[in-house]
C-alpha cells in the first residue's frame, strides 16, 4: 500500500509543477461579444497577469466563432506554429483547444456553463516557482475502505457548484456504501473517464484540516458489488492552488458526517479554505 501511494503522490507533485499543471495558472477572463484587446497593459479590455504589454485582439462571434489577431511584433505561436492570426478552437466536448502561446504565458478558449473564457497559464508563475510541497494526515490503513457499490438505473443526476458560481449536472451510475464508526456513508461518484470513477466530497475536517470546499477522490470500477475508496489518496481541488481555477465543490450528497483524517490537508500557501 505505502509504494503505491508513494508513486502516486509523486506523479501528484509531478503534474502540479509541470510547465502546464494547475500551478502555472494564473487567469480566467470571461469573454464578451465583439472585439477585446488583450494584454498586460491597464489600457486592454482584458488585463492579463503575465505576457506583452499588448497582445492583440480576441474577437468572439454572435455565432461563437472566436479567433484572435496580435498585436505587430509579437512572437506568437498558434499550436507550435508561428502566425499573426487564427481561429481559436474552445474544450466543448473534451476535444483539445487551440494553444496560444507567448513566451512563457499560454493562453486557451474554454466553455464554462455555456459561455466562453480565457483561460491563462504562465510557466513563469509564482505559485510554480514557490511551490511549497504538500503535506498529508499520516498514512492509515483503516481509511482503505471496501465500500458496497449500489447500482442506479436509471442513473442519478447530481448537481454540483463551482467556485465561479455555475451549476455543473453530471450522471451518477451508482453510490459507494460504507460503515465508519457505527454510522452508515453515502458517496455519489460520476465519470471523468470510462475506466474510472470521480468523488468530490467533504468531511467533518473540511474548513479546519483540510479544504473547505471539498477534496477530490479518484477510484477505479466496482468488481462483484465492491468498490475500493482509499482515502490516503484523497486530494485538494485546482482552485486551492489558485484562484482561476474552476473546481466543484463537494455538493450536498458528498457531505459526510465523519471525519476523514487521511489525505491531503490544506495547503501551506494557500491564502483561503
Known amino acids: 500500500m505505502t509504494d503505491d501511494l508513494d508513486t502516486a503522490r509523486a506523479t501528484r507533485i509531478a503534474r502540479l509543477t509541470a510547465p502546464d499543471g494547475w500551478l502555472t495558472l494564473v487567469g480566467f477572463e470571461w469573454l464578451s461579444e465583439g472585439a477585446s484587446r488583450v494584454g498586460a497593459a491597464a489600457d486592454n479590455d482584458i488585463v492579463l497577469n503575465a505576457g506583452p504589454a499588448h497582445l492583440g485582439t480576441i474577437s468572439l462571434g454572435a455565432d461563437g466563432t472566436t479567433t484572435i489577431d496580435f498585436a505587430p ?36 478558449v474554454i466553455v464554462r456553463d455555456g459561455r466562453k473564457a480565457l483561460r491563462v497559464r504562465d510557466e513563469a508563475a509564482p505559485t510554480r ?54 454510522k452508515t456513508h453515502e458517496l455519489y461518484p460520476y465519470h471523468e473517464t470510462p475506466d474510472a470513477l470521480f468523488f468530490v466530497f467533504g468531511d467533518l475536517t473540511s474548513g479546519k484540516e483540510t479544504y473547505g470546499a471539498g477534496r477530490f477522490l479518484d477510484t477505479g470500477l466496482p468488481e462483484n458489488g465492491k468498490l475500493v475508496l482509499d482515502f490516503n489518496e484523497a486530494r485538494n481541488p485546482p482552485c486551492v492552488f489558485t484562484p ?15 471525519r476523514v483524517e487521511a489525505g491531503e490537508v490544506k495547503y501551506a500557501a494557500a491564502s483561503h479554505g
Open 244 to 258: 482561476y481555477a474552476t473546481c466543484q465543490l463537494a455538493p450536498p450528497e458528498n457531505r459526510l458526517d465523519v
Open 129 to 182: 516557482t514557490g511551490f511549497k510541497g504538500l503535506a498529508y494526515f499520516p498514512v492509515d490503513a483503516s481509511w482503505r475502505v471496501v465500500a458496497d457499490w449500489v447500482p442506479f438505473d436509471p442513473p442519478y443526476e447530481l448537481e454540483l457548484g463551482t467556485v465561479i458560481g455555475t451549476i455543473e449536472k453530471e450522471s451518477v451510475p451508482g453510490k459507494a456504501v460504507f460503515t465508519r464508526e457505527g
Open 73 to 108: 511584433g509579437v512572437d506568437a505561436r498558434v499550436d507550435g506554429a508561428p502566425a499573426v492570426s487564427a481561429a481559436l478552437h474552445d474544450d466543448a466536448g473534451g476535444r483539445s483547444p487551440t494553444e496560444v502561446a507567448v513566451g512563457s504565458v499560454r493562453l486557451i
